[in-house]
């Protein structure tokens, strides 16, 4: 299996930076995305951004201009940027990992990190 380890949430000032950091290990190959959903209390789960092997990108429309993803393929790490952030990006933001293994597709995901932006 895979496993995702999150790092990098806090409480931040709107207008203000964070930026998250998720490492996989363990049986690694095969995975061809990686991304970053978040949660906010009684909302449902978004998707953030994603980033497949090949190096292209995707954004949620309310983070666009304002996010970027990025990856470090010698260390096995997808980071998320977040800038000019605001208090509605206030939610639990989870790692994934899409694998293809053999002819089925696995889900992994890391254990989340609270991100407050807040005066």
């Known amino acids: 299996q895979v496993q995702l380890v999150e790092s990098g949430g806090g409480l931040v000032q709107p207008g203000g930076s964070l930026r998250l950091s998720c490492a996989a290990s363990?049986?690694?190959?095969?995975?061809?995305?990686m991304g970053w959903y978040r949660q906010a209390p009684e909302k449902q789960r978004e998707l953030v951004a994603v980033?497949?092997?090949?190096?292209?990108?995707n954004y949620a429309n309310s983070v666009k201009g304002r996010f970027t993803i990025s990856r470090d393929n010698a260390k096995n790490t997808v980071y998320l940027q977040m800038n000019n952030m605001k208090p509605e990006d206030t939610a639990i933001y989870y790692c994934?990992?899409?694998?293809?293994?053999?002819?089925?597709?696995?889900?992994?995901w890391g254990q989340g990190a609270q991100v407050t932006v807040s005066s």
């Open positions: 994934n990992a899409a694998k293809l293994n053999s002819d089925s597709v696995m889900n992994y």
């Open positions: 363990g049986s690694i190959f095969g995975i061809y995305a």
């Open positions: 980033i497949t092997s090949g190096g292209s990108t």
